[in-house]
């Protein structure tokens, strides 16, 4: 007769599982809300009963083991079951409820995400939002996420996609900085301008400054006395006076409302890439979901707030 599993060890698997799909006790004691030494007890529990070592434990990492990589493949699926089996629950419901969790860059989520989400839950008072930034791109699926924002075309066949609205980026600067040094009005005028840039936090490179001339895609490389991996943050210093840089409109738009950002060159403006809504196909019937992207469609239709105010200054 098989041995019935018990609700620790139900409870150990989802631990172990999220401990492994993020790589620390810490970052899966905070997904879960619970405490790291629930977690590690968790697991410590899960590998008495196997009589398995499932982590290589050192002070900075959790590395898993032959072992360990087996129970997480087979632990997965059974997560994704059940998660299916509460979709389909879901399902029924006329009403959206419960948690909606929804991961996206964190300048999308600080500009536009968050200032909509008390119109959205004016609506729906019963779903709560469960709102992570960041910009490292992780499996949605493996971390539970119901709804992702990404930047660019991304294609995953676990996945489903929607573009939401055009990631458009142009020049900045102060009416302040401009006064005290002048327009520019030809790119190759950049080289004389104190200039602020963007950089990458995955790769560590530089933005190089993208400008649609005609049919041709210019991308310059300035020298910049001011770098900053933070989008916001290079906002910031041009509303400050601290020379020309490069923006997504979204970030800039309410600064350029206040008139603390005037744009440059409009007409060589860039659309960067896409903003895309993606969502797993085992969440295609939930109403939270549904009732999210809905929203979605109505926050980024064309044309964009963001873009109207950058386009009518």
Not at 116 to 144: M, N, S, T
Not at 248 to 271: C, I, K, M, N, S
């Amino acid at each position: 007769m098989k041995e019935q599993i018990g609700l620790d060890r139900l409870t150990g698997l989802i631990a172990f599982a999220r401990a492994a799909s993020l790589g620390s006790y810490t970052a899966a004691a905070r997904d879960l809300s619970v405490s790291p030494s629930a977690i590690s007890k968790s697991v410590q529990r899960l590998e008495q009963h196997f009589e398995l070592r499932l982590f290589s434990r050192t002070t900075r990492s959790l590395t898993l083991t032959p072992e360990g990589r087996d129970l997480y493949e087979r632990a997965l699926r059974v997560i994704r079951e059940v998660e299916e089996i509460e979709q389909a629950a879901m399902a029924t419901r006329a009403e959206p409820s419960g948690t909606l969790k929804v991961t996206a860059p964190l300048p999308i989520g600080l500009n536009i995400l968050a200032p909509a989400i008390p119109r959205f839950r004016e609506r729906y008072p019963k779903l709560a939002i469960d709102l992570r930034l960041g910009d490292q791109f992780a499996d949605i699926i493996e971390q539970g996420i119901d709804v992702a924002i990404r930047v660019g075309n991304l294609t995953d066949s676990r996945l489903i996609s929607r573009t939401l609205a055009p990631h458009r980026i142009g020049a900045f600067a102060s009416p302040a900085y401009l006064a005290k040094r002048g327009m520019p009005s030809e790119l190759s005028d950049l080289a004389q301008h104190e200039c602020v840039n963007f950089r990458y936090q995955s790769s560590g490179q530089a933005l190089r400054w993208p400008f649609s001339v005609g049919e041709r895609l210019v991308e310059l490389a300035p020298d910049s006395s001011v770098v900053i991996d933070a989008s916001d943050a290079v906002a910031a210093v041009l509303a400050a006076g601290g020379g020309i840089g490069i923006s997504p409109t979204y970030v800039a738009a309410p600064y350029v409302a206040r008139g603390e950002l005037q744009p440059l060159f409009p007409h060589f403006a860039v659309d960067r890439f896409a903003i895309t809504a993606l969502w797993p196909e085992s969440r295609r019937g939930s109403p939270n979901v549904k009732a999210f992207v809905a929203f979605l469609n109505e926050l980024f239709a064309a044309p964009t707030t963001w873009d109207e105010i950058v386009r009518n200054a």
